[in-house]
């Protein structure tokens, strides 16, 4: 079955610490997303990849940082610079891009819940 | 700039009654419109869009929604609810006229609550 996984599903750091988190897709999109969530404040885009190679900052990029050096893969590292990391964390993949996302609903992955103490 | 709006942070319903999720937005061109739902601990599921045509759309599990443009609203329905509907329900928004940026903005949610 085609879908996109995201892992682990539960991390936990110590704050200070930088912290990687995987998405990894087979359905052959173009584009990828990735969001935060938080209780009462809907989803909020932090980086978005068009194509490989390419990426660009959403409206919550600071503290954060992504690589897309294959298709398949878009990565998410939460740096000590990100002052509140605490939260649920969703990738994204679409055969659109930001520019055309009215056109192509998003395919989420299960998320990775990150805690930091 | 964008907005949507989901104004009620909980809906109550009895199994079997019908179910209304609200949802209103904001653009300056034509708007393209999203209803996902997320169960817990899980990402989100595409349920039905609205790009063009027929006001009233069709989606998964049986919900529909339906388009106004004269109230800006894209109201999630359901004739009969389940248990099982219960779940986090969100409306998103985007358009690619002047002035706007082409992303999809995310309401806040309404969590859905089903009793037997």
């Known amino acids: 079955d085609g879908g996109i996984t995201q892992s682990p599903k539960y991390l936990f750091r110590k704050e200070g610490q930088n912290v990687t988190l995987s998405c990894e897709q087979n359905l052959n999109h173009d584009a990828m997303y990735w969001y935060r969530q938080d209780p009462g404040q809907g989803l909020r885009l932090i980086y978005y990849s068009q194509i490989v190679n390419d990426f660009q900052k959403g409206d919550i990029a600071e503290g954060y940082s992504v690589s897309r050096e294959k298709k398949e893969s878009f990565p998410l590292t939460v740096t000590s610079a990100q002052k509140n990391p605490t939260a649920f964390y969703l990738c994204a993949s679409s055969t659109g891009t930001p520019r055309s996302s009215y056109n192509s609903p998003l395919h989420f992955g299960n998320g990775t819940r990150l805690t930091v103490t | 700039a964008q907005s949507v709006a989901q104004p009620e942070d909980q809906v109550n319903v009895a199994e079997g009654n019908p179910l209304t999720v609200k949802c209103t937005y904001s653009?300056?061109?034509?708007?393209?419109l999203f209803w996902y739902v997320q169960y817990p601990n899980r990402g989100l599921q595409f349920l039905l869009k609205y790009i063009t045509g027929d006001n009233l759309v069709k989606g998964s599990y049986g919900f529909e929604a339906e388009f106004n443009k004269s109230q800006t609203s894209f109201h999630l329905k359901k004739p009969s609810a389940l248990v099982s509907d219960s779940a986090l329900y969100f409306c998103a928004v985007s358009s690619h006229g002047s002035g706007n940026t082409g992303k999809l903005i995310f309401g806040q949610g309404t969590t859905l609550q089903v009793k037997p």
């Open positions: 653009v300056s061109g034509n708007p393209y």
